[in-house]
C-alpha cells in the first residue's frame, strides 16, 4: 500500500459520530486514577513498536529495518464520540472502532473490545486485544504490550509511544539535516517534510512500504505535493548521505541506480 501512513488521516472521514464511548468526568474521575482502572483517553496516541524504532535509529533505513524488525503501527485517537484504531505494517492496514476497555483477570492486564463498524455490536462480532503497560503519573499509558491480532498473529508486541507525527519521527532519524555535496552544494531535509537540494525545492515523506523496493526511497508528499514528481533514493553511512535515481518498476516498487548521483556530507553545524 503506497501511502498507508495517511490512514491516520482518512480514518477520521469515515468514522461517522455515535454515542459517546465515556460518561461526562465526574469528581471521582478528577480524583488520582485507581492502578487497575483504565479510562480510553489514557490510550490515544501513536504508538510504534520498540523493536522497529531500535533499528531504524541505528541503520536510518526504513528498509534495513523493517528487514530486522516487523514494524506495527497502531493509532487511537477520539473522534466525534467513537474511538477508530487503526493498525499497520506499512504494506496493509486495518481499520476498527474500540468499544470498550475491560479488566483482564490477570492484576494489571486489561483487553480492548474492538469491533470492524461502531455502533450495536453482536459479542460473537468482537475482537479482544488483551495488554499491560507502563502507566504515567496521569494515569496515560507511556508504554504498551499487547497481544496483536492482525500482523502478530496474537503474539506480544512492546510499543512505545509518539509525541510527535509519525511522519517527523521517521524523517529525523532517516535523513533530516544539512549537507554539502562534493562541489560545495548545499541540501536540506527538514524534520517537517521539507526538502531543499540545489535546484529544486519540494515536500516529501519517506517510502515506508519497502517490501518490493531495492532501496529506499523519497517522494513528493502525496498531499503537501500531490501534482509533483519526485523521487530520489537514498542510502545514509555515518555522517553521509548518498542520493540515487530512483525509478518504479512495472510491479509498483522502486528500484535504485548502481552508483549515486551524489555524495553528501553533514554539517557539522548541525
Partial sequence: MKHIVSLFIACALLCA???????PATDAQKRPPRPDRVYLKDLEGTWVSESFMKAL?????????ARQAPPIVIQMKKDNGVYPIVTTNFRS???????????????????????????????SDVTYVYFTGKRASSGKFESLSIKEPHFAKRKRVDLAGLSEPLETFINRHTLAGKYKDERGGAYEFTEAGDATLPDRK???EILLDTSKSGCDVLLNHHERAPDKKEAVGFAAKGDKVLLYKA??????????????TATLTRDSAT
Avoid at 17 to 23: H, L, Y
Avoid at 57 to 65: E, F, G, M, N
Avoid at 101 to 116: F, I, Q
Wanted: charged share 25%.
Fill in 17 to 23: 459520530p455515535v454515542a459517546a464511548q465515556e460518561k
Fill in 57 to 65: 535509529k541505528a541503520s536510518r533505513s526504513p528498509r534495513q529495518a
Fill in 93 to 123: 492496514a486495518v481499520l476498527s472502532f474500540v468499544i470498550e476497555v475491560e479488566p483482564d483477570r490477570k492484576p494489571k492486564s486489561w483487553r480492548l473490545v474492538t469491533a470492524k463498524s461502531e455502533g450495536i455490536i453482536n459479542s
Fill in 202 to 204: 519540494f515536500a516529501y
Fill in 247 to 260: 525509478a518504479a518498476t512495472s510491479k509498483g516498487a522502486w528500484q535504485c541506480d548502481a552508483q549515486p
